[in-house]
């Protein structure tokens, strides 16, 4: 896990990469100088100033996530741009309290070995075949997505060893011109399966829950069930779509995978029978999921769920104290997290949202709404070849695009849920644009090349089936 949390944060604490501060110093500056056009307060400029020069810096890393952050707030203190209670509004929001405390569940499969011998029971059920093992290994990404909100986690600390290991047990090693025997298929499919997984649930992936406070400060209640339910069928399409086709265009030299079975068998053997705590850690997690789809019905909401199951792994001992106050990420999301909410919840009540989504409302006006979606919605997705961090992509873009949409009369809950969406399928186009993509690509099973251009033929699949078939099961859910 070491290195996860490494890709996480990016960088060492103590490392400062001079000229990218100076970078996103200097764009920050420049913005606050230029000054307001008319119709726009000075307080909501600054704002935008100190709130660009953050993304800037989120994309650049000049210094960690959270550093910057707590930079941020200071500035908007100091400056007089927000009062104190302001700058530490975020802090509050229920929703990053929900992701906070799915970081800590997602603990308990890693700390417990639960999510491997998921993975490995899948391996022995399935994998006979390459394509087989690529779809157990997704399934198992599937069953652990909804209580693991660290998709590099999730994709990087479970999976991916599975993959490696499989990979070179067919004698398939980076390097050595064996790359295509099996590792570089099983490779790309498990990143993407893992975009299309963290799409699928709101607690799938950190900037979900971003997206979702963002979509309520526009009115828009998305609920966990509600995500869960409109990104169903065509996440399930995709999820079976997308190996076939790189299996069709990239496929392994090794079909038959008849060995990998007898290896999740002798893997099996070593994890021994089920622990206690692994019980503890199903029945915790079937717990959550029904608080997650039904709880809202009963007055329990999803932080509340969250709460409740890290609780309970509190009092059986699954988790300790110590793995509560070690788990970097999720302190470290809490933190960036709340300065993001917070700043984009300012820029919209001093009206600097509604300005900016005004004027980019020109450029789709007179479209009837159907079209404009479509363009905003494409428009959002490939412009995430210039974002490093989906993030920084969600954080800077995500209010005004909806902003757009709603104004162009889209149905609000259906254009909130398709940029939610689009948050995490965006991230198959490139090498960085999202964070198992560093992780998977490091591993030297894929040339650049290659990843890039099965990226962007993946992208063109996800607009016909989420656009396509998606707007089939949208129009049945009652949404439009």
Not at 150 to 179: C, H, K, M, Q, W
Not at 218 to 242: F, H, K, M, Q, R
Not at 264 to 290: H, N, Q, T
Not at 443 to 451: E, H, I, L, M
Request: contains cysteine; positive net charge.
């Amino acid at each position: 896990m070491a290195m996860i949390e490494q890709a996480h944060t990016s960088q060492a604490p103590s490392e400062i990469r001079w000229p990218p501060l100076l970078l996103t110093v200097m764009i920050g500056v420049g913005i606050w100088l230029i000054g307001p056009p008319a119709g726009i307060e000075p307080r909501a400029w600054h704002l935008l100033a100190i709130f660009v020069a953050t993304i800037v810096g989120f994309i650049s890393k000049p210094l960690p996530m959270g550093s910057l952050s707590i930079i941020s707030m200071m500035l908007l203190i100091v400056t007089g741009t927000l009062k104190t209670q302001e700058a530490l509004a975020g802090f509050s929001n229920t929703t990053i309290w929900l992701i906070v405390a799915a970081f800590f569940i997602s603990r308990g499969f890693i700390k417990t070995g639960l999510g491997t011998r998921i993975a490995y029971l899948f391996v022995r059920l399935f994998g006979k075949k390459t394509l087989g093992l690529s779809y157990s290994l997704i399934l198992c990404d599937l069953i652990l997505a909804p209580a693991t909100p660290s998709n590099t986690a999730r994709a990087g600390g479970i999976v991916f060893p599975i993959v490696r290991s499989l990979a070179e047990a067919y004698g398939s090693r980076p390097g050595d011109g064996t790359e295509r025997k099996a590792g570089a298929f099983l490779t790309l499919t498990s990143f993407q399966g893992n975009m299309i997984t963290s799409a699928m649930f709101m607690t799938a992936m950190a900037a979900n829950p971003l997206a979702v406070s963002f979509a309520k400060a526009a009115e828009v209640d998305i609920t966990w069930g509600g995500w869960l339910l409109a990104a169903l069928v065509p996440g399930l399409i995709s999820l079976i779509v997308i190996p076939l086709f790189i299996y069709k265009v990239y496929g392994p030299e090794i079909k038959e995978t008849p060995g990998a079975r007898q290896v999740a068998i002798d893997k099996l053997k070593e994890l021994g029978p089920v622990k206690r705590s692994e019980k503890y850690m199903i029945f915790v997690f079937i717990v959550i999921l029904l608080l997650w789809i039904f709880g809202e019905k009963v007055g329990i909401d999803a932080t509340a769920t969250a709460l409740i199951g890290l609780s309970l792994l509190l009092v059986t001992s699954v988790l300790s104290w110590d793995d509560i106050k070690n788990e970097k990420a999720a302190w470290d999301t809490l933190i960036w997290f709340a300065a993001l909410v917070m700043m984009a919840t300012q820029l919209n009540e001093l009206g600097l949202i509604p300005w900016v989504s005004n004027k980019i409302s020109q450029s789709v006006g007179g479209m009837s709404w159907i079209t404009a979606l479509i363009v905003l919605g494409v428009g959002y997705y490939y412009v995430h070849y210039f974002f490093a961090s989906s993030t920084a992509h969600v954080s800077a873009m995500y209010p005004a695009f909806l902003a757009v949409a709603i104004h162009a009369g889209a149905p609000a809950m259906l254009a909130a849920l398709l940029l939610g969406f689009f948050g995490n399928l965006f991230g198959s186009t490139t090498h960085y644009g999202a964070g198992p993509a560093p992780v998977l690509f490091g591993s030297g099973y894929v040339t650049q090349g290659k990843w890039w251009s099965i990226g962007f033929f993946v992208s063109i699949l996800h607009m016909i089936i989420w656009f396509g078939t998606g707007m089939i099961w949208w129009k049945l859910l009652g949404f439009y």
